[in-house]
């Protein structure tokens, strides 16, 4: 797991902990449930995308890119001076 992906990670959790604190603090009782589940219902979804993100960076990452052949032509190459 790279830094960058750890670090958005803790940013997401901390970010819907304080969502979910706020909820409990400023809504009647009778709401807190409701509001809480669609909080952690939106973590899972954006954490989720995260971390599909993260394997498809490292799937490319994985991937050798192809070598240039030896024969193609420089940018701005003359062709008639082969």
Do not use: C, H
Not at 24 to 47: C, D, S
């Amino acid at each position: 797991m790279s830094v960058e992906f750890r670090s958005e990670f803790a940013a997401l959790l901390a970010y819907y902990a304080a969502r979910i604190a706020a909820a409990r603090r400023g809504l009647p009782a009778n709401e807190v449930f409701a509001a809480v589940q669609a909080i952690v219902n939106e973590q899972t979804v954006t954490l989720r995308a995260l971390a599909e993100r993260q394997a498809a960076a490292q799937k490319q990452r994985a991937e050798k890119p192809e070598r240039p052949m030896q024969n193609a032509r420089r940018k701005g190459e003359d062709p008639n001076l082969r």
